[in-house]
């Protein structure tokens, strides 16, 4: 089985850099996504890592560490527009996609 | 335009009742999910199915059940034996392949009347 865990708020001002943890078990690892959600929204893909090392998109970058279970989002130069739910999910090698419970993000002026 | 349907947007449902959500693709993938989210929280694997005719349980598939019968569609039946059914579901589509990213459809509001 899997176990994703990830904080469940943070709060970061305008402007700021803010770094989100995830750490995951699971049998058969093959690619670790992170997704945006606003609320009463669908999921928007941010980036995606299946070898480790740090893949930077723009103002997101996300890192991974397979031996470690552990992957980060690490969102720069916070706006207003970036609060809201972060989701960490593992794809397993069956295909089988499972997501973490969500950090909300909290962008303060 | 490619995409994934959902509907309805939102639905409601009476006490005893089985309701069915539709979820239509037209980007060629073999995969196809169903997730339900409740306030504040996670998506959770509902069903998943990897090719037609075929698919498996999730985390939590009791109170649901799914079909398969042709690529493009894959229905969520939401039954009378799930007794707390009031959540958001969502749909998602993937090609199959390793680096390929979850497609979600627009999610169905479901609660109980």
């Known amino acids: 089985g899997q176990n994703i865990d990830q904080p469940t708020e943070m709060t970061a001002t305008e402007g700021a850099i803010v770094q989100i943890n995830c750490t995951y078990q699971t049998s058969g690892f093959n690619g670790l996504f992170w997704y945006q959600q606003h609320a009463g929204e669908a999921p928007t893909f941010l980036s995606y890592?299946?070898?480790?090392g740090l893949e930077e998109k723009g103002r997101f970058s996300s890192f991974l560490s397979r031996s470690k279970g552990y992957s980060y989002l690490l969102l720069k130069e916070l706006q207003m527009k970036d609060s809201a739910s972060y989701l960490c999910?593992?794809?397993?090698?069956?295909?089988?996609?499972?997501f973490g419970a969500g950090t909300q993000v909290v962008v303060t002026p | 335009d490619g995409g994934i349907t959902q509907s309805p947007k939102y639905l409601f449902r009476k006490e005893g009742q089985n309701v069915t959500l539709s979820c239509e693709q037209n980007l060629n993938h073999d995969a196809m999910y169903w997730y339900r989210q409740d306030p504040g929280q996670g998506l959770r694997l509902i069903y998943y199915?990897?090719?037609?005719?075929?698919?498996q349980k999730g985390d939590i598939a009791e109170g649901y059940s799914v079909s398969r019968e042709k690529k493009e569609s894959f229905p969520l039946t939401v039954t009378s034996a799930q007794k707390n059914p009031t959540a958001f579901y969502l749909c998602?589509?993937?090609?199959?392949?390793?680096?390929?990213?979850?497609?979600f459809g627009s999610g169905t509001q479901l609660s109980v009347l």
């Open positions: 998602a589509s993937h090609l199959g392949t390793e680096n390929e990213k979850l497609f």
């Open positions: 199915s990897q090719i037609v005719n075929d698919f």
């Open positions: 890592n299946v070898l480790d």
């Open positions: 999910a593992v794809r397993s090698s069956w295909g089988k996609f499972q």
